[in-house]
Protein backbone atom coordinates (compact mmCIF):
# COMPACT_ATOMS: atom_id res chain seq x y z
CA UNK A 1 0.00 0.00 0.00
CA UNK A 2 1.54 2.92 -1.08
CA UNK A 3 1.99 6.26 1.29
CA UNK A 4 2.01 9.59 -0.20
CA UNK A 5 3.99 12.59 2.16
CA UNK A 6 3.97 16.19 2.15
CA UNK A 7 5.22 18.72 4.24
CA UNK A 8 2.77 20.99 5.67
CA UNK A 9 4.09 24.75 6.41
CA UNK A 10 4.88 24.60 10.38
CA UNK A 11 7.57 21.79 8.76
CA UNK A 12 5.54 18.58 10.00
CA UNK A 13 5.25 15.65 7.69
CA UNK A 14 1.16 13.73 6.58
CA UNK A 15 1.34 10.97 5.16
CA UNK A 16 -1.68 9.73 3.43
CA UNK A 17 -2.42 5.84 2.51
CA UNK A 18 -3.63 4.71 -0.78
CA UNK A 19 -4.68 1.67 -3.09
CA UNK A 20 -2.59 1.68 -5.90
CA UNK A 21 -2.23 -1.11 -9.05
CA UNK A 22 0.76 -0.98 -11.73
CA UNK A 23 -0.49 -0.99 -15.56
CA UNK A 24 1.41 -1.47 -18.33
CA UNK A 25 1.18 1.53 -20.71
CA UNK A 26 2.37 0.45 -23.96
CA UNK A 27 2.99 4.02 -25.89
CA UNK A 28 5.20 5.14 -23.04
CA UNK A 29 6.54 1.42 -22.61
CA UNK A 30 6.40 1.56 -18.77
CA UNK A 31 4.22 0.79 -15.95
CA UNK A 32 2.16 3.84 -14.61
CA UNK A 33 0.25 4.19 -11.22
CA UNK A 34 -2.91 3.76 -11.24
CA UNK A 35 -4.64 4.99 -7.45
CA UNK A 36 -7.77 2.55 -7.05
CA UNK A 37 -9.05 4.14 -3.66
CA UNK A 38 -7.54 6.84 -1.08
CA UNK A 39 -7.73 5.98 2.81
CA UNK A 40 -7.18 9.42 3.85
CA UNK A 41 -4.41 10.12 6.56
CA UNK A 42 -2.38 7.84 7.87
CA UNK A 43 -2.52 9.06 11.38
CA UNK A 44 -6.38 9.33 11.14
CA UNK A 45 -7.21 6.03 9.73
CA UNK A 46 -9.15 3.01 11.24
CA UNK A 47 -6.63 -0.01 11.28
CA UNK A 48 -9.28 -2.32 11.83
CA UNK A 49 -11.05 -1.61 8.55
CA UNK A 50 -8.08 -2.07 6.71
CA UNK A 51 -7.49 -5.53 8.01
CA UNK A 52 -10.97 -6.05 7.64
CA UNK A 53 -10.44 -5.33 4.01
CA UNK A 54 -7.60 -7.54 3.70
CA UNK A 55 -9.13 -10.32 4.69
CA UNK A 56 -12.26 -9.85 2.74
CA UNK A 57 -9.67 -9.70 -0.12
CA UNK A 58 -7.42 -13.01 0.83
CA UNK A 59 -10.70 -14.67 0.97
CA UNK A 60 -11.88 -13.78 -2.17
CA UNK A 61 -8.80 -14.64 -3.96
CA UNK A 62 -8.35 -18.10 -2.14
CA UNK A 63 -11.66 -20.07 -3.18
CA UNK A 64 -10.05 -23.12 -1.26
CA UNK A 65 -11.25 -21.40 2.56
Do not use: C
Request: hydrophobic fraction near 35%.
Amino acid sequence: MPKVTRKNKDGTTVAYLQLAHNEWDPKVKYAKTKVIDSFGREDEVDRAVLERLAKSISRFLSPDS
